[in-house]
T-cell receptor, first 115, second 115 residues
Framework: AAGVIQSPRHLIKEKRETATLKCYPI?????VYWYQQGPGQDPQFLIS???????DKGSIPDRFSAQQFSDYHSELNMSSLELGDSALYFC??????????????FGSGTRLTVV | SQQGEEDPQALSIQEGENATMNCSYK?????LQWYRQNSGRGLVHLIL?????REKHSGRLRVTLDTSKKSSSLLITASRAADTASYFC???????????????FGKGTLLTVNP
């Protein structure tokens, strides 16, 4: 079965550079969630989209922006990168609020390292 | 804001033993979910228990939920070396109280099962 696809798997950037992370949800899923997991930390909710509209916002820095496109894939854009942005970035998808009933499917994550 | 707190932070057992992990949370929930994460990898959904349920089983997993104490436990019976991973509880408040569907994770328990 198709899963949530994230790209790239690994990314190394220098301070003050920009990065774009991509997430391709499970086919027919219309809801995407982004989470950030720092080293040894629990995942923290960043932002979510439903039907291409932002549905909720968490602890996402102003330097970050995201959107969901017409094909439901989502991109997380990160500018003026800081060392503290080094983390695993996960995307999860859901069909509407089905994740609240059956659980969410996560991608394998993008490991961002800022040097 | 931190929701789930997990106990213990690390647990080391022998193969065949049972492993119990506990989680506490602070706000009202729609459901509570448990996820597994192998080192540096993606989050895998294990089991979901709704706020009106008290106990749920899935294979070697048993989850309990006590909403009066705002706590949950995950029991893994007859553990195997392959169960070695980090285990996170995550709460979903649903769309109550101005919240939107998303997960708030606890700190996680690192389980090591020794062969």
């Amino acid at each position: 079965a198709a899963g949530v696809i994230q790209s790239p798997r690994h990314l190394i950037k220098e301070k003050r550079e920009t990065a774009t992370l991509k997430c391709y949800p499970i086919p027919r899923h219309d809801t995407v969630y982004w989470y950030q997991q720092g080293p040894g930390q629990d995942p923290q909710f960043l932002i979510s989209f439903y039907e291409k509209m932002q549905s909720d916002k968490g602890s996402i820095p102003d330097r970050f922006s995201a959107q969901q496109f017409s094909d439901y894939h989502s991109e997380l854009n990160m500018s003026s990168l800081e060392l503290g942005d080094s983390a695993l970035y996960f995307c999860a998808s859901s069909l509407g609020v089905a994740g609240a009933n059956y659980g969410y499917t996560f991608g394998s994550g993008t490991r961002l390292t800022v040097v | 804001s931190q929701q789930g707190e997990e106990d213990p932070q690390a647990l080391s057992i022998q193969e065949g033993e049972n492993a119990t992990m506990n989680c506490s949370y602070k706000t009202s929930i729609n459901n509570l979910q448990w996820y597994r994460q192998n080192s540096g990898r993606g989050l895998v959904h294990l089991i979901l228990i709704r706020s009106n349920e008290r106990e749920k089983h899935s294979g070697r997993l048993r989850v309990t939920l006590d909403t009066s104490k705002k706590s949950s436990s995950l029991l893994i019976t007859a553990s195997r070396a392959a169960d070695t991973a980090s285990y996170f509880c995550a709460t979903d408040a649903g769309n109550s109280g101005g919240s939107n569907y998303k997960l708030t994770f606890g700190k996680g328990t690192l389980l090591t099962v020794n062969p």
